[in-house]
């Protein structure tokens, strides 16, 4: 038996991404907007249980002009905030593993 071959959409072009100087301020809550407001920030950061980082992430990148340390643009702060978070909860377990009272046969 014979197999029919599927039919295929073509690909429609991507969309340019629009200059965050440009972006009409829409926040949808998926980290799209760019500069974040601080509100939405720090509704973010209590959420996920590390309320006290959100004006420490806030400044550092507001300081960087919202780029990477390698210099590209962010286009999502969501993505370096949960990265913001991830780093800094694995540095608390770190510096736990150190500490002269830790042991592991607990």
């Not at 949808?28 to 249980?49: A, H, N, R, S, W």
Request: include cysteine.
């Amino acid at each position: 038996m014979k197999r029919k071959a599927k039919r295929t959409v073509p690909r429609q072009p991507k969309e340019v991404r629009k200059s965050s100087k440009n972006t009409v301020h829409n926040h949808d809550g998926l980290g799209t907007t760019m500069p974040p407001d601080k509100e939405v920030l720090l509704i973010y950061f209590d959420q996920k249980g590390e309320g006290e980082m959100a004006n420490e992430f806030f400044n550092e990148h507001d300081g960087r002009g919202w780029k990477t340390p390698t210099g590209a643009t962010i286009y999502n702060w969501k993505v370096c905030a949960a990265e913001w978070i991830y780093n800094y909860r694995q540095n608390v377990k770190r510096r736990f593993r150190q500490s002269p009272f830790y042991s592991e046969s607990l």
